[in-house]
Each structure stands twice: as C-alpha cells, then as structure tokens.
C-alpha cells in the first residue's frame, strides 16, 4: 500500500481525500455509510456569526451533468456548532475543519475567533464566495481588495490553519490566490461553484427562487482543473483541487495538476459511499504504478 500521507501547513492529513463544504453535512450524517476516519478531513457545512435561514424553496435543481444550488448558507450560527455540534465531531478520528463564512470582514473574524478555541478543530476553510452587504453585494472573492481585506481580518485573531476558498467567478484566478497568499493565507481552495441559470419554459420562469445559482459537478472539472493548475504554478502555498470529482480518476488529475489534497462534493449526493472509493482508487493507481507515495504524483504533470 501507498504512503498517501500528505501535509497542509502543519495540518497533517492521513490521505488527501476531504469532503466539500455543504455536500456532507458534520460528518456523522455519513457514518453509516463510510468509516469517518478513513477520510484526510471533512470540511462541514458553511458556518456563520449569526443563524441564516437561508433562501426560499427551490433552491435545487439538477442540470445536465450537474446541479444548481441556491442553498444560501442555512446554518444555525457559530454558536450552535460550539455548544452542539463540536462535542459530537471533536472524538473522530480525522480533521475536523469548519468553513466559516460571513457578510463583512468584521463577521468572519468574530466566526474563526470563536473556532480559534476549539482545541479540535485543527483548520478553518474560508468561503470568500460570500456577498459584501457594505458594496452592493459583489462577492469578496471576486477582488483582489475584496480577498484580502477577508483574510487580513481573519489573521489577526485566527492562529490555526487557513485555507481559503476561491471563487471562480473572476478574470485572473491566480491574481486572487497571490492576493490571499500575501496576507496569510496557508493554502487555497478551489473552486467554488460556477454561477449558473436555469429556466422553466412552461412557467417562463427561473427554476430557483433566487433566479441564479451555483453550478457543481462533473460540468465544471474542466474549468476546475484548469484553475488549479494555474493557481498551483502562481503560488508556493499548497493547493486543495474541487470541482467534479467523482472517481479516483478525477482526483489524480488534480493532483497531477498540482493539487495536494481533494475535496469531494456532489458526488457524495449520489453515492455516500464515493469518498473512500476514490481513496481506495488513488492507492490502486500507485501500486499499479510502482509509486510508493502520493507525493510522487502531486504537480507531475509534464507541461
């Protein structure tokens, strides 16, 4: 068997498979279905300062090769997830990490403060997809400015370590990771989802309450994949690759391209089980290949 231990800043992950954010709940929804520690980490479901009831119903809708979604980051607040969640999930064995989203920098900060103090939470997730209520609802994301000023906030009282994921909705991708980097940043992900539509044509109407929402799933590994291995080229922080990824063959693409750990999202919607089968299929790949380690194939793509 492979060694398929891989490193994010000091956080150590036995193999490189995570869930996304919002497609696994807390992790013990799975439990029946998967062994939790045989996961590298479980990222789980946005989490804000405040209780969000989110957006109306439909707020999903299933696409060719996908879905949109228009959830709106339902969640019962950080202090919720203190006094409920955390004393369920703080015993598994495997890396418990919070992704923290909010509507100013002000709010991320007081959220990954809270989290600071959680001895086993080992790493937050930022999700800078979010909307700016203070500029007409652009996306932090989608700047330069915007990126920075969210994990500028977020590093002066958050000590652990910080992935913050990246938004695809932009010109230059790379620009923002480099953005991020500078300001203390120990990893990016990406991509969140693509912004999407659909159309009811009998009702002339959109399909989700909101009009607009996000695309995930096999529809958008290409463009993914493409942003990963540019941004992996742009930055010297490690690179965690989503979007699409619903076999062991997808995940080796990610990290050939640079990625040094997947996340798993609406594939898990379709078969609970796809996390540990991609894990089992990694380690195939490698003894197939005679590689004795992940590493070996982490950003081998031949350019």
């Not at 497609?23 to 479980?42: H, K, S, V």
């Not at 990490?97 to 002000?106: A, L, Q, T």
């Not at 096999?218 to 490690?238: N, S, Y």
Request: negative net charge; proline residues 5%; glycine residues 10%.
């Amino acid at each position: 068997m492979a060694d398929l231990n891989v490193k994010i800043n000091s956080l150590q992950l036995k193999n490189p498979v995570m869930t996304a954010s919002g497609t696994f709940g807390y992790g013990t929804e799975f439990a029946d279905f998967i062994p939790l520690d045989g996961l590298g980490g479980i990222i789980v479901k946005g989490t804000t300062l405040h209780p969000r009831e989110g957006n109306d119903y439909p707020r999903m809708v299933e696409t060719a090769s996908g879905m949109l979604n228009c959830v709106g980051l339902q969640n019962k607040g950080v202090d919720y997830f203190f006094e409920h969640i955390y004393p369920e999930v703080k015993d598994l064995d495997t890396n418990v990490i919070v992704n923290v989203s909010g509507s100013s920098p002000d709010d991320y900060a007081a959220c990954a403060a809270r989290i600071d103090a959680l001895d086993k939470v080992p790493a937050i997730e930022l999700n800078i997809s979010c909307p700016n209520v203070k500029q007409g609802g652009m996306a932090f994301g989608v700047t330069c400015e915007g990126a920075a000023s969210v994990v500028r906030a977020v590093r002066q009282c958050y000590h652990k370590t910080m992935i913050v994921k990246l938004s695809p909705n932009v010109t230059n991708i790379a620009d923002i990771a480099r953005a991020v980097e500078a300001e203390g940043a120990d990893s990016v992900s990406l991509i969140n989802t693509l912004m999407g539509m659909a159309i009811d044509i009998e009702k002339r109407r959109p399909k989700l309450s909101i009009n607009t929402g996000g695309l995930s799933g096999p529809a958008v590994k290409p463009v993914a994949l493409r942003m990963v291995w540019q941004v992996a080229k742009a930055v010297k922080i490690p690179v965690v690759g989503l979007g699409g990824i619903m076999t062991a063959e997808d995940a080796i693409e990610f990290l050939m391209a640079g990625a040094t750990a997947i996340e798993i999202g609406t594939a898990n919607f379709i078969d609970p089980t796809v996390t540990i089968k991609v894990r089992d299929g990694i380690n195939d790949w490698l003894d197939r290949h005679g590689c004795q380690s992940v590493q070996e194939i982490i950003g081998a793509l031949e350019d």
